[in-house]
Every structure is written in C-alpha cells, then in structure tokens.
C-alpha cells in the first residue's frame, strides 16, 4: 500500500510576502482573489485565485 506523506506549505503572494501557511490534506484555506505562489520545500507551483471558485494546486 502506497501512502501520501504530508508537506508544510507557504503561500506568497506578489511581493513574495507569507500570506498563509498549512500542510497539504488539511482543511482548505481562503484567499483574496489574485496571483500567488505555492511553496513546499524545493517546489513551487503558480496560482490564479478567482472570487467564489475552489482553486486547487497540485506540486508534482
């Protein structure tokens, strides 16, 4: 059986500012429509926030 591990995460936003923060399978977390970047160790991942949508990132 293959088992997922769970990773710490920081979520910047354009000025490269921590705007959240969590780990990856936990509750999800809200914020003001934009444009982020996702941060989990060596990985990083874009994402487009828009108003009233559920975005979701993946950090293959």
């Known amino acids: 059986m293959t088992r997922a591990v769970a990773a710490q995460f920081q979520v910047l936003d354009a000025n490269g500012d921590v705007v959240a923060s969590g780990?990856?399978?936990?509750e999800a977390i809200s914020l003001a429509p934009g444009d982020y970047r996702i941060v989990a160790g060596d990985?990083?991942?874009?994402a487009h926030i828009v108003?009233?949508?559920?975005?979701m990132i993946g950090l293959d």
């Open 23 to 26: 780990i990856t399978g936990n």
């Open 51 to 55: 108003s009233d949508e559920v975005t």
């Open 43 to 46: 990985r990083e991942a874009p």
